[in-house]
């Protein structure tokens, strides 16, 4: 009797041990399908189906990855009609500098530099006039010194060679005069804080001219980091070249390569770097991109690789940036994006689709403290507008309206970042 009951009791339990692991299993599989389908799929880039299924490894949207840290408002420049079209926009002090050329009544072209304190509605000033604005003619690219200074690149004859002339015959083209009077026209001009000359240096000089091989030569930038180390860049032969100069006005030799220029590939970007120094973004022969800091030390011209932030593809713009604690900037074709260092995960400041703006036609943007960007937009007529975003204001501030009491007029007012919350 005893060996029958303790064989039901074994199979009662055998049952009901199976019974549970059937249900439980059931119940997991069923709560597996359930939450798969509350998932919404992941979108990896602007161009990506929305039906794409989603990666296992991915455990949130990619628009929930990439929210914006500020919401902003962006407000349209009005430029003065003098500055003519926006050449170069540069940064100093809480200040913005606009190089612009027009044509005169005898249709030649004016270089003329105006400058206005950062604001939604900024009031701008021509910085020289007169005998001074006179010495600023042929500016093609501009650098603040760290005492607020203006070291100018210098062409007179900048069209000398029609680059962009699709039917530049380069046999036809009259190179004994070209070598005779407009390869020497190329110099760096230092001012004085009144617009007069300080200094000159004649930079076609710097590099080895060659007539048997017809080089052709045109200096395209200048920058001075906050060792006021001066930087350049210049087209020899069609191939792009970079350069420092020392204390002397002397070619700092490449570290490495014991030459003087450092060539660049043919798809590059350059800024200012944070952290003193520039900042490379190039396009590799295998179409890799490559994010390289060059620095002078100890007279020579220092390359050091970076390794970019993960967000950043061939298709990135590097943004300038004028804050300090930012090692650099970039843009994509979400928003503008900030990198405090190196080793830090870059932070999305602004949204292009929050902002209502549309990156295919920003042509640069840089980075100002207290949240701001200031970027230059192409418009319909194909002519570059200035615009700036500044963060919106706080909640308080929208309940209460502005204060009863007027803010001293010598005293600069920062706009308050005010993060993005989402409910």
Known sequence: ??????????????????CVTGCTGADHSNTSKQAATELP???TSADSDESEAVSKNDTKPQEEADLPAFQGKVTQWKLPEELGSVQVIRYYDGCVYLLGQYQNENELTKSVLFRAAVQPEPQFSQLFSGDAAENMQGMVDFTILSDGTIC???????????YDDPDFDPNEFDWESYYENYSTQYRLVWYNADGTVSRKMGLSALLDMDESTKQTLVYTSVRSDASDRVYLTATVDEKDYLMALDGNGNLCAVQGVNENTLQLTPVYQWVCSGESGMLLWEKQADNAMCLSHVIVTDGALWRTPIT??????EKTMLAESAEKEVC???WDTLGIYQVADKNTEPILLYSWKELGVSPEDID????????QVLFAVYSAQGALSVQLITPSETESEKQTGTSDTAPDPGTETVPVATPVNFS
């Open 41 to 43: 799929p992941l979108i």
């Open 364 to 371: 640069r943007a840089l980075l100002l403290p207290a949240q």
């Open 328 to 330: 650099y900037c970039f």
């Open 308 to 313: 970019a932030a993960p967000q950043m593809t």
């Open 1 to 18: 009797m005893y060996g029958n009951r303790n064989c039901r009791v074994c199979t009662l339990v055998l049952g009901a041990v199976l």
């Open 152 to 162: 100018g690149l210098i062409c007179e004859n900048s069209t000398a060679v029609p």
